[in-house]
């Protein structure tokens, strides 16, 4: 394996962390949407020069299966439920969108700080690939716990997923059961997300999920 | 001979900045104006404003003091320094060895705090504004330029301006995430710091919105020349850095003939047509942001370089 793969592998990768990057920076809602279609698109592109230079031609499959669910069906649905349910536009960031890069680059370091020394012995491109998934994950969480809005909490979800596909592609031989499962749990969660998403709003008029705390009674 | 050679080269390169600043502006104003389908003014507008402006009266306030006189020399001498020090169309120039990335950073940084200071002096509202928010500008557009002048500095080896484009164009670069991301860095510093569209509109005196306008407001005469003289060398100079950083090919090497400096000389005017072409298209196809919007911009800014330094530490983990 010559340089240059490993350079391309390496490019897609940290282009995925930058996505996610773009993902906590976006405050419009179709915004929002639009960057995880290129989040998926760029987990695809990885996984397929994966497939290309692992020659494991599986990985191809797994490839289309997050061009063709995650990067076309989720965004185009959850569009329709946004247009649907006639919700707010603007996120609003439980902390501010400076503070919560912030601790996005935290969560990077940390990751690499964590992943390169506990992987000493592995080939380079499942470090930094490994590296690379744990901060896509970290930063779906942090996507998670910073937003109110339902929706973006769904987004932030779908991102650690593609963290997920990153790390199992970059560690050889994942099987193609495992994808599939995955995937199909994925837009199980999705239906079951949007069924959700509709019971919050018809009970609440919003999709802010502090309108929760609030019904269980722990706010005022 | 050599020696003399050298400085000759570094002679031509500063009087070639000064003679290609107005132009480049000219440049990307009538690129801007031919794609709203208007005519827009000739080529040449700018340096007809500079030789008006320079031979106009001084309107002085009442109170300004020597620092409202003084700065737009300062301003003009700093800037045109710091665009001399980058190599545009010949590396390895005699005062390179003196002045580094960080060198050039720091002049722009003292030519915006006399600039700042100067629209404090008057004591008129607006200028208090400007200045205020150019501060706020500069307070992160600053350390995210040094982040990825040290992202640079730590692929190359160097913080030279001719090491790192010697780097650039030598086999060991290859393609890396860390320098994708230090360009898109520094490309929206040089946005913030050339006052351009998303940021500032350079065009409008529209008080609620203006920086760098607002600062510049009490000026007239030689001064005034003085400072757009310097707002253009200065975004003469972040397309220099972009184009020599990451485009460096066609610069003649020092020692090199005639022929390879005519060379230069044609691919750096073609390196600046290319970025002026995508500022104006950049800058036509966007609207401008909110102020407060901006510290969340220059902090992406920011956080991309800190990310390329970063990602440095993974890549191939030497």
């Not at chain 1, 930094?128 to 910073?146: K, N, P, R």
């Not at chain 2, 040094?146 to 393609?175: C, E, K, R, Y």
């Not at chain 2, 409008?204 to 707002?231: C, F, K, N, W």
Request: glycine fraction near 8%; charged fraction near 15%.
């Amino acid at each position: 394996m010559d340089r240059l793969a490993l350079d391309i592998a390496h490019l897609f990768a940290g282009g995925l962390v930058l996505v996610s990057f773009m993902l906590l920076y976006q405050d419009r809602m179709f915004g929002l949407l639009n960057i995880f279609a290129l989040h998926a698109l760029v987990v695809s592109l990885s996984v397929a020069w994966q497939a290309y230079i692992q020659e494991a031609p599986h990985l191809y499959i797994t490839a289309a299966i997050a061009l063709v669910v995650k990067a076309f069906v989720i965004p185009v649905a959850l569009h329709r439920i946004i247009v649907r349910l006639g919700i707010h536009r603007t996120i609003e960031p439980v902390v501010g969108i400076g503070q919560t890069m912030l601790a996005g680059i935290g969560l990077v370091a940390l990751s690499i700080m964590v992943m390169l020394p506990i992987t000493a012995e592995a080939g380079t491109l499942a470090r930094e690939d490994l590296a690379f998934a744990l901060s896509v994950i970290l930063l779906g969480l942090l996507m998670m716990v910073s937003r109110r809005n339902a929706v973006s909490q769904v987004i932030g979800f779908m991102s650690i997923e593609n963290g997920l596909i990153l790390a199992a592609t970059g560690a050889k031989g994942m099987p193609l059961v495992v994808e599939i499962s995955v995937a199909f749990s994925i837009l199980v969660a999705l239906i079951v997300i949007g069924i959700f998403l509709f019971r919050i709003r018809e009970r609440f008029d919003t999709v802010d999920v502090h309108e929760l705390d609030r019904f269980r009674g722990e706010q005022p | 001979m050599e020696l003399i050679l050298d400085a000759l080269v570094q002679f031509g390169e500063i009087t070639l900045v000064l003679v290609l600043a107005p132009l480049l502006t000219g440049y990307v104003r009538k690129v801007k104006a031919r794609l709203l389908r208007r005519q827009g003014p000739p080529l040449l507008q700018p340096y007809r404003d500079l030789a008006r402006l320079i031979r106009k009266e001084v309107v002085l306030a009442h109170n300004a003091s020597w620092v409202f006189r003084a700065a737009p020399y300062i301003v003009f001498a700093a800037t045109w320094v710091a665009a001399g020090l980058v190599p545009t169309f010949a590396s390895g120039l005699v005062v390179s060895y003196a002045a580094d990335m960080i060198a050039i950073v720091a002049l722009l940084g003292s030519a915006r705090f006399m600039l700042a200071l100067a629209g404090l002096d008057v004591g008129t509202s607006f200028g208090g504004i400007g200045s205020s928010r150019e501060m706020m500008i500069a307070s992160l557009a600053e350390p995210a330029m040094l982040m990825v002048v040290f992202t640079l500095s730590l692929l190359a080896g160097s913080t030279q301006l001719s090491s790192i484009a010697a780097f650039m164009q030598g086999p060991d670069v290859g393609l890396r995430v860390s320098l994708a991301l230090a360009l898109s860095g520094i490309i929206m510093v040089a946005i913030a710091e050339n006052a351009r569209i998303p940021v500032d509109n350079p065009a409008t005196h529209l008080e609620l919105t203006m920086v760098h306008e607002a600062m510049i407001l009490e000026y007239s005469g030689r001064h005034l020349a003085l400072i757009e003289a310097a707002s253009f060398l200065k975004l003469l100079l972040y397309v220099s850095v972009i184009a020599c950083v990451f485009a460096p090919w066609g610069v003649a090497v020092s020692g090199a003939g005639l022929g390879a400096y005519l060379v230069g000389v044609v691919a750096y005017v073609a390196k600046l047509a290319v970025g002026g072409l995508l500022l104006a298209v950049f800058e036509t196809a966007i609207a401008k942001m909110r102020v407060f919007r901006v510290p969340d911009f220059l902090g992406a800014a920011l956080m991309l370089g800190f990310l390329a330094a970063l990602l440095l530490f993974v890549t191939r983990a030497h």
